[in-house]
T-cell receptor
Framework: DTEVTQTPKHLVMGMTNKKSLKCEQHMGHRAMYWYKQKAKKPPELMFVYSYEKLSINESVPSRFSPECPNSSLLNLHLHALQPEDSALYLC?????????????FGQGTRLTVV | DQQVKQNSPSLSVQEGRISILNCDYTNSMFDYFLWYKKYPAEGPTFLISISSIKDKNEDGRFTVFLNKSAKHLSLHIVPSQPGDSAVYFCAAQATSYGKLTFGQGTILTVHP
């Protein structure tokens, strides 16, 4: 199993809604990541979890709240988002949170905030 | 401040020919470099990587070259196939820090 699975694939939410994005991998990877990609831009790192602990928060607004329930799962809880938060949200995993390890990406969740 | 740059937004190549995609970086702390391929509405797919202790890494039709003194790397695809048409991202990492910094991407189109 070399997949990173993200659900849902598409999500439309209002600015007052609370929703969650989910990510799962069964490769035994101990680092998991959330990236955000706007149209025609490269992916930008949001959070890194290493061994189920948050190791990097790239100054992400608190309306995005990550959670790592176990080594295979990663969630991103969304609350009071703005229309400019509409983007493709990518989850990735790697063997460890250190450099020199390739990250494998899921297919992404296309989020639209209305 | 863009630390990883792909200056060619697009590249068009004939099937069977070589595709050369270029990437420049400015952060001298970067010591591991990766290429990803991305189709629309999908996540990036890892292609090939190279450590700064090497200047070349080859995997089938894909070869990555690294010129540390010029802070430049390139991806060669030989022979190019129509299925290679996608957006190619160059990415870089610094030692002990798993964050990937991506370039802007190059759209490769391979014509039959």
């Amino acid at each position: 199993d070399t997949e990173v699975t993200q659900t849902p694939k598409h999500l439309v939410m209002g600015m007052t809604n609370k929703k969650s994005l989910k990510c799962e991998q069964h490769m035994g990877h101990r680092a998991m990541y959330w990236y955000k990609q706007k149209a025609k831009k490269p992916p930008e790192l949001m959070f890194v979890y290493s061994y189920e602990k948050l190791s990097i928060n790239e100054s992400v607004p608190s309306r995005f709240s990550p959670e790592c329930p176990n080594s295979s799962l990663l969630n991103l809880h969304l609350h009071a988002l703005q229309p400019e938060d509409s983007a493709l949200y990518l989850c990735a995993s790697s063997l460890s949170g250190l450099a020199n390890t390739e990250a494998f990406f899921g297919q992404g969740t296309r989020l639209t905030v209305v | 401040d863009q630390q990883v740059k792909q200056n060619s937004p697009s590249l068009s190549v004939q099937e069977g020919r070589i595709s050369i995609l270029n990437c420049d970086y400015t952060n001298s702390m970067f010591d591991y470099f990766l290429w990803y391929k991305k189709y629309p509405a999908e996540g990036p797919t890892f292609l090939i990587s190279i450590s700064s202790i090497k200047d070349k890494n080859e995997d089938g039709r894909f070869t990555v070259f690294l010129n540390k003194s010029a802070k430049h790397l390139s991806l060669h695809i030989v022979p190019s196939q129509p299925g290679d048409s996608a957006v190619y991202f160059c990415a870089a990492q610094a030692t002990s820090y798993g964050k990937l910094t991506f370039g802007q991407g190059t759209i490769l189109t391979v014509h039959p």
